[in-house]
C-alpha cells in the first residue's frame, strides 16, 4: 500500500492508495469490476465499473483521470454519495490522454472533507478487462463476478 500526501490548508494527510492490478479488485473495504461495453462506434464505447463498498466505511466517491507525466487531473466523476453497489461509466478514449484512474472514497460523515479515507488507483485499462457487446451481458457479468469474488474473500 502506498500513502499519498494531501495538504488541505496547513495540515497534511497520509491517504492510502491501493493499486488494483486487474479487471476485478478487493480490499480496504471496496470491491471493484471492470467491463468494456463495445459500441458500433468506438468514440460510444465505453469503460464500465461496478463498485460496491462496505458503507459502514464508505458514504462518496470521487473519480480522476490522471495523466502520469504532467499530473494533470480531469474530474471523471464529481463527489457524489454512494451505496453498497454504484456504477460508474468512462468514455474508452480518454484513457489515452489521463491513463490512472483514481476512485476516492470518502467515509462516512466526511462528505465535505477534502481527503478521501483511501484511493483505488488502476494505470489504464485493465489487460484482463472483458469486452461486452450488449447491456444485459454488461449487467449479468458484472454481477456474477462481484459475486464470485465475494465467495472466495468469506
Not at 59 to 82: C, M, W
Not at 121 to 131: C, I
Request: hydrophobic residues 45%; glycine residues 6%.
Amino acid at each position: 500500500m502506498v500513502f499519498a500526501c494531501l495538504v488541505a490548508g496547513n495540515a497534511v494527510a497520509a491517504v492510502p492508495e491501493v493499486h488494483g492490478t486487474s479487471d476485478v479488485f478487493s480490499g480496504e473495504g471496496v470491491a471493484v469490476a471492470w467491463a468494456v461495453l463495445r459500441a458500433a462506434n468506438e468514440d460510444d464505447t465505453k469503460v464500465v465499473l461496478r463498485i460496491d463498498v462496505d458503507t459502514k466505511r464508505y458514504a462518496a466517491l470521487a473519480a480522476d483521470g490522471v495523466d502520469p507525466f504532467s499530473k494533470e487531473r480531469k474530474p471523471l466523476v464529481n463527489r457524489q454519495p454512494i451505496g453498497a453497489s454504484t456504477t460508474v461509466r468512462f468514455v474508452r478514449k480518454q484513457f489515452a490522454e489521463f491513463p490512472r484512474t483514481e476512485l476516492q472514497l470518502f467515509a462516512p460523515g466526511a462528505t465535505q472533507a477534502l481527503t478521501p479515507s483511501v484511493i483505488v488507483y488502476y494505470l489504464g485499462v485493465p489487460d484482463t478487462t472483458p469486452e461486452l457487446s450488449s447491456e444485459p451481458a454488461l449487467e449479468a457479468y458484472l454481477a456474477d463476478r462481484l459475486r464470485k469474488l465475494k465467495e472466495t474473500h468469506k
